[in-house]
């Protein structure tokens, strides 16, 4: 390591960082994602159900924190790499490069301002991904390629893709006769015919175009899917019946009972976590309550102050010289947050890197 490094500690500081930053280019012109690629290639292109987790967006649809949401802003969909059996050393260097990238005017730091950006842009790229993949499943359920698909027409997919005969199902929907169905099925139908209903933009045909099936498969993209969202994680949460959320509402513990110490653990970690996430992003106006709007403004993706708050927090995670900043050491150091993956010997090995 001394070898090299001796006849560069002659250059001024913006000179190595430029140099750090030229040899890692190798590794940011390396295909990325391979992983997310192959996930895509082997997912059943009949898969029409909503996804039950929505990249980028901070809550789950069940009002459950999203866990991997810091990742998927800082990573977006580069997140190969990062995996638990990763060669350490390259990890740490593609931590590096994208540092670099964020670090837009290469002062070594990442203000707020440029987080804000970059989880902007990661936030665009989980949507492209979302209308490309509703491409492929729009294909599916509109097989005479008209461009529109009635409810009906999806409900066969649907129930096609739970193992019932597809012509059996269509010829009775066309009929009226009774479908034989279970219980737990005809209740997501019930669920799904719901969401059909707030995706139909007026006039409403009950005919859902390519567009409107984005909405339908992804609310979180939709002004008027995001409220519908947010009315069902309200009316879950909502103990009194006012439709807001009281911090007592938003941090009660799911259903169940704690049986040992670990779970104790888990529980007050639960609250904790919840607590922070309330006070400190959603409740805007810090008044105890949050609205159905300030809930909306914290869900969307494409919130630039929502942005910007969740890229305040993040540096304050990490920024242990109070600087409001991000340096490589602290991101290094802070690597399981920011990637899923904790990078050992962190300070020693920042200046391999750079």
Not at 7 to 24: E, V
Not at 81 to 94: M, W
Not at 151 to 172: C, I, M, N, P
Not at 279 to 298: K, R, S
Request: hydrophobic share 35%.
């Amino acid at each position: 390591m001394a070898s090299w490094w001796a006849p560069l500690c002659g250059l001024p500081p913006h000179c190595i960082w430029l140099l750090g930053t030229i040899l890692l280019l190798d590794v940011a012109a390396r295909p990325a994602n391979h992983s997310s690629v192959r996930e895509r290639a082997g997912r059943d292109e009949n898969e029409i159900l909503p996804p039950d987790h929505l990249n980028g967006v901070k809550l789950e649809m069940d009002g459950h924190l999203n866990k991997d949401f810091h990742q998927e802003v800082f990573l977006g969909k580069d997140t190969d790499g990062f995996e638990e059996d990763a060669e350490p050393r390259k990890s740490r260097r593609k931590l590096m490069v994208i540092f670099s990238k964020v670090d837009v005017n290469t002062d070594r730091r990442i203000s707020a301002k440029e987080m804000q950006h970059w989880i902007m842009a990661k936030s665009a790229e989980h949507f492209q991904e979302a209308v490309e993949e509703n491409k492929v499943h729009f294909r599916a359920v509109d097989p005479d390629g008209d461009g529109r698909v009635s409810w009906d027409e999806y409900k066969v997919k649907f129930l096609a893709s739970k193992g019932h005969d597809e012509r059996e199902v269509a010829e009775k929907i066309k009929n009226h006769e009774e479908l034989k169905i279970d219980e737990e099925t005809q209740e997501v139908l019930e669920n799904l015919k719901d969401r059909w209903y707030q995706a139909d933009n007026p006039p409403s045909d009950l005919l859902l175009t390519e567009d409107e099936f984005l909405s339908f498969l992804h609310p979180e993209h939709s002004r008027g899917m995001l409220k519908f969202m947010v009315k069902e994680i309200v009316r879950d949460l909502d103990q009194d019946g006012d439709k807001q959320l009281s911090l007592s509402e938003f941090i009660s513990l799911p259903v169940g009972t704690v049986e040992n110490q670990q779970g104790q653990d888990i529980d007050d970690n639960w609250v904790k976590e919840r607590k922070r996430e309330f006070e400190d992003l959603i409740d805007a106006n810090h008044d105890g309550i949050v609205t159905m709007e300030e809930l909306e403004d914290y869900m969307d993706p494409m919130n630039e102050y929502s942005a910007l708050n969740e890229a305040k927090q993040m540096i304050a995670i990490a920024d242990e010289n109070q600087n409001h900043h991000l340096e490589p050491e602290e991101v290094l150091k802070y690597s399981e947050f920011f990637t899923g993956s904790k990078l050992v010997d962190y300070a020693r090995n920042v200046h391999e890197e750079f």
